[in-house]
């Protein structure tokens, strides 16, 4: 077809690790894409997604080099290309946005002369021809007071605002390519709505083709025409965007979409059956230096219940995580732990109180210690909490992993020779290791693949009901809320706005916040951004008249 | 080559091979040495023959079996305030990276109060106050040392107690000197062995310096700074007397820099998990 810009045949990109073994890292991919065209590339980590988003460049991280297979970039081979040529194409034929908008800004320049930067470097326009067009593109991109917006310097602006500044830097040179990887994966739901709308819009009335990277297949789909599923390098599946997500034909893809639309949850019990309390947080506030970042919050978990406190970045919930453990004194307000009023210091509270509260973090990675072995990891807080012999504590360690589902010979592994899934496991082991009566998890599936998350999920429910522990699930992840919680509070700018037993708070009439954040979580269709967009459109003028 | 499972440079292997030979001729001096270090075997600064191989030195006694006793001093002492110098180091610095920031200042001001003042002089000082000896070279060079292992171990730590699974120690209920040996110390320990290394030259050299002073090692014992000192003179009619122990000194600290340049090379390099 004429109006091909880029055919990928038969790549295969190769890794070599330290020890010189050469690993294939992405196998026999064939796609092309049309001017106006936007396909989805989605997979799981290290399915390659990423990495054939850079190939197009012909660029490859360290170590990894393309090894077979044909780039075409509008007919012109841009393997054969040499330096000079491929200078040429990178950033003014095909632009990149990455995921992290703050890691990829210079801080120490201004966004209009980072927007700028480009077109210069590449002679194309003089720099009042830039800045006007920088402005032009601020405007398009929805950015407020798009004339002095570029004035300001990274750290000035809030993360939507700066990934679509990102994205008004790739489209500088008027590219024929972008490749967008996760470029709204690190935002909150409700400025990923923002962003995602301006850039579909851009990439519209531009005509630009798109490489869309990402994991959430909700997400691709508002955007994408064709979606390609990518597994361990290759791919499993390519589609329209509307029959992936309603007739998907291979069984990894019915299990993403499965994971992803969420299983229809089971009708929870009234709460009139809530058990005995274990944790009670009565005005609770906290600060940090002079700022307030918790406000006169009250919630309870009971016996055997799960808590989900729900929120934006920014919003306190982690803060209320490390008020209850003692981390940081509490301004005011009292918490109680099963009727008793829990010192407010972390040095003051007795081993048992500190047995009976455990946490589970967000990065398995960084909540294991890479040199101590599963059987130290596992065998301390046994040993440390019940004095168990040696002998006594292995056998227990043993169990707690057959709890989890590990088999014994993991007592010697470090946390270095497992998966993201398995130290997780290794974590919640651990916590259950004090035989807790409350565990406080902290975004702990926000860090792993869909399908992986949700065996997590699927085993602290049946942990729960093995043996009665509360939970305070501490997520910004409706869907996840949704599936594992009996109450939910709803945290904005530090104070609970709504509170209640799921059913309640997640329906009508929802406080405004529940509704925005309730509301702006993509779902699993392709008009789903279409919809909400007029909806609060409509609502924008009922509002005004 | 392969030692501990990482390839071994060509850098690499002359380091350890000069260390490997250095440290078994030190410790092997008695029964490898032709002469005794304080035995007269010939005429002042005699020129090298089949008897003595590297010939006499100012009192006619054999260069050769001196530099073996006299390494036999020299390194042991400076390995011993390498090591007393780490012991104090790493607990302060370790300290004051996970204790309350008060302890953290007051280590922090008092150290760099000590590292303000030149150690060499430092050093001339006390060792003329409280006198010349052995216990008190070692334990004087050692806190002036450990200053420099107090600062590298604080901020390797600083960035380890940071972590999530510090945290996790210190919710469970973990002492502080938990903490610093389970927890903190197996994760710093690569920076910190490339810093023994460094600091052991660094007390070879000081050790050196101080008996060329004359206020180090004691004669009649051997040692390479006091070896330099005694010989000094030698050089002023070509004599090669007091470049020999100043060339082991810099042998011996370039075969242990090549060392530590490898083994810093494979801790900066990521291994295991690919990202």
Redesign the interface.
Known sequence: MSDEILRIAGLRIV?T??NGEVKTLVEGIDLSLHRGEVLGLIGESGAGKSTIGLAALAYTRPACAIAGGRILFAGEDVRAMDRAGRRKLRGRRIAYVAQSAAASFNPAKSLTQQVCEMPLRHRLMNRAAAKRQAIELFRELDLPSPETFGKRYPHQVSGGQLQRAMVAMAMSCHPDILILDEPTTALDVTTQIEVLAAIRELIRVRRTAALYISHDLAVVAQVAQRIMVLRHGRMVELGAARQILHEPQEDYTSRLVAVRAGTPVPPHEAAASRGEAVLELNGVSGAYGAVRVVKDVTIAVHRGETVALVGESGSGKSTVARLI???RPPVTGTIRFRGAVLPAQ?SA?S?EQ??R???I?Q?PD???????RVAEILG??VS??FGLSPDRTRRRVEELLHLIDLPANFLTRRP?ELSGGQKQRICIA?ALA?EPDLIICDEVTSALDPLVADEILGLLGRLKRETGIGYLFITHDLGTVRRIADRVAVMLQGAVVAEGPIATVFAPPYHPYTEALVSSVPEMRVDWLDDTLRRWNERGKAERL | MNLLGHRLSVSAVVGLSITAINIAAVALAPWIAPYGQAELVGDVWAAPSAQSWLGLDNLGRDILSRLLFGGRTSVTLALLITVLSFVIGIFLGFAAATTRRWVDIALSRMVDTLMAIPSLIMALVVLSVLGTSLPVLVGTIAVLEATRVFRVSRSVAMNIVVLDYVEAARLRGEGLWWVMRREVLPNALPPLIAEFGLRFCFSLLFVASLSFLGLGVQPPEADWGSMVHDNATAINFGGIAPLLPAAAIALLTIGVNLVVDWLLSIHGRAHGEGT
């Not at chain 1, 960084?366 to 101590?372: E, F, I, S, T, V």
């Open positions: 890794a690790t330290e453990c003692g981390l972390l509270r081993r500190l047995r509260i455990q946490m973090y990065m960084m909540a294991l210690n890479p040199r101590q301390r807080p440390f909490y270095g651990r004090a």
